[in-house]
């Protein structure tokens, strides 16, 4: 007798999660050759050490908790990455290399690994380098005086790699956008609400917006898969409430530490905003 | 409406794009159930000789019809046959005999057909065995009856060719689109509707052009073509039902009766030779295609002819296909034993290679939303994939399990590769009390009464 086996579509499509993921890291070169223009060799090596501590983070993973090693997602590379990017240039390696490692293994292998996490592991690593090395953490690096265009792309201000250049960080979410991997509206509603509220409170408008959205975490961070609802209404409704708990705790801490905080509080309320907003609610039938 | 865009690869059958006949079986085997549930009567026996065209067996209630032959020859064999969807059911074995393979006899051509009424013509169609070849494949008679009590407003006819490969009803119209009209007008009076829309996809904008050219020549008013644009699962007939009736998806998922009703392109040419011609119904066009065929094309079929026949019609394979399927590669089913029969139901044979249907790995579901967002009844697939993994079946329920429609979008789309259909038919399976059958992937045409409110 024949084998009847009744499993459509046969067909699926190409693109896959390692794909997104190391697509995800590809987009963040923009940023990274950007702080190498800027800073020399000292952003290499922090995103190396963060490697070395996420990769380390999947193997202790593997020997605590059994089960594969999970590398070649591309998301310990992708997660890494953006930490290193969202470091001061003034910290030791080692804090680059403690940050990879407890981004990884307490941000996402603790609960299980690869979606499972509900907050972002890069905010969880940096959050607790934070909390444990506040010193270390906020130091602002010495940005070379740049003559010309140059000075165009340059925010001295700005604290970290990733955020010293507004025209990479726009390069590399081109890229995201242009491939698809994040909801275009995310970013752009963000930046959207900051922008009307800092006009309602009087600050000084972009420089404030720009300054409060830490640059890269609407961008990389808000617009995560695993940690923001599934559908396109839910995730307008998260961006908004992001950028209003942004400015909210804005008030009261340092403005990257708010946009942050804030990402985690909308991470947590993610379920919420599925379980409320799912797509067809209409005509229930008994 | 949401939906995919597929690379259709449709030129491969669309070069040469007139339908073929295809070399004459030795042997068939004519399944004598359609739903796998009724059976209809034989009404031959073992060892007769049979001509083409003869009825073979008789419709034993509602939901069989009648069977006949599609060879000339002697009955060999009545009995349970594997068949690509049911498992084993009833079927009769027809053997050609000696190389004589006369082809079907016209009795006599019918000239004023426009003068029967609903009743003759569902009569017609009862005794010619004609089937609604569309999906939900059932007897065109009861149907026809059933919409011509319900008192439709509009009869759609299916021709949209969503699925890649599939071209079968794209040749149909180009070959034959006078006839494809001329059915369609059979239909509308069968069924008592005023008006009749033929909806055609943009990327069949050559065949939609040929017939509005023809309704033109005709002075046919109440005919009209449709085309939407080149989305998958657009041809779904659920969906074409929510988009030309008033209840919503839902409703038309659960059986509602709507005022439209949908046929399926093939059953109007079979509907047009039935009535006009007299010819019962034993054939169809058929796509055998996929990268494997030597020569991918459209053929006519007889019913119940294997699949290694029809690949062997086309002068066989390139090369051993990965996977040989009766259907588009988006809902068809996948048959392991090539000596399994053409259904009525089958648009196509494919035969396609490991580089196109490869099962890739899976990963963890990272929510990334493609499957709501490509979702054509709007429904959240990842969320009751998620919760059917957990076995909590009534959650998956609370977010629309029961409003799939079966298209296998959100497993496409899917970056982690999980097997979405799978878990959506586990919990139809599961839930108690549910509307729905995992089985029965569209049983919408089980027509129930809607609450006054619900039609408009």
Known sequence: MGRVKHKPPYLSSSTSVPQRFWISAAALAPVWLASFFLFGWQPL?????????????????????????????????????????????????????????????????????????????????????????????????????????????LDPQAGTLGSASFLAVAAGAGVLIFKKLIRWEVPVLFFCVLWGLNVFRGAPVWQESLRQAGIMIPFWILTDPVTSPTTRAGNRIYAVAAAGWTVLIGTFFPAVFAAKVSVLVMNAATPWIDHYFRPSAERHLA | MKGISLELKRDATLIEWTIKRGLPPKKV?????????????????????????????????EGSVAVHASLAGRVSAIGLFPHAEFGRVPAVEIEAEGDSLPGFAAVQTRVRWEDLDSGALADIFHNSGLIEMGTPVCPLADKVRDDAAGKIQTVLINACESEPYITSGHSLILTHPMEILKGTEILRRGTGARKAVIVCLNHQLDAAEILRSKIFFLKWKHLEIKVLPSLYPQGHPAL????????????????????????????????????????????????????????????????????????????????????????????????????????????????????????????????????????????????ITLAAEQKLFSVAREYGAEQCIGCGNCQFVCPSKRPMMDLINEVLLNFQGSFRKPGDRYNFTVKKRAPEAVIL
Request: net charge negative; proline share 8%; glycine share 12%.
């Open chain 1, 45 to 153: 090596f922090l995103m190396l050490a963060a490697w070395a501590g996420g990769f380390a983070a999947e193997y202790a993973a593997k020997l605590v908790f059994g089960g594969g090693v999970q590398v070649a997602n591309g998301s310990t590379a992708f997660f890494a990455t953006l930490l290193a990017l969202m470091l001061p240039l003034t910290v030791p390696l080692w804090i680059a290399c403690v940050g990879g490692f407890s981004a990884v293994f307490l941000g996402k292998e603790i609960f299980g690994g690869l979606g499972k996490y509900p907050w972002h592991p890069v905010l969880i690593g940096l959050l607790l380098l934070e909390a444990a090395f506040p010193i270390l953490m906020h130091q602002i690096p010495e940005v070379p005086e740049a003559p010309g265009p140059r000075s165009f792309l």
């Open chain 2, 240 to 383: 074409l039902l929510s988009r030309y009736s008033k209840p919503g998806l839902p409703e038309i998922i659960a059986g509602f009766q709507c005022e439209s009703s949908v046929y399926h392109l093939a059953t109007c040419y079979a509907v047009y030779e039935a009535v006009v011609h007299q010819k019962p119904f034993y054939e169809r066009a058929v796509t055998v295609g996929g990268e494997c065929v030597f020569e991918p094309r459209n053929i006519w079929a007889r019913i119940g002819t294997s699949a290694e026949d029809l690949i062997k019609s086309c002068k066989g394979l390139l090369r051993e296909p990965e996977k040989v399927l009766f259907g588009g590669p988006m809902t068809g089913i996948e048959i392991g034993d090539r000596s399994m029969p053409l259904t009525p139901g089958t648009q196509g044979l494919l035969a396609l290679p490991k580089e196109v249907t490869e099962e890739k790995k899976e990963e963890p579901c990272i929510r990334c939303g493609e499957c709501v967002d490509s979702c054509p009844s709007g429904i959240s697939p990842v969320m």
């Open chain 2, 29 to 61: 085997r004519i399944p004598l159930s359609l739903t796998g549930e009724k059976t209809s009567r034989s009404v031959v026996c073992n060892g007769q000789r049979v001509e083409i065209g003869q009825k073979i067996a008789e419709a034993d209630g």
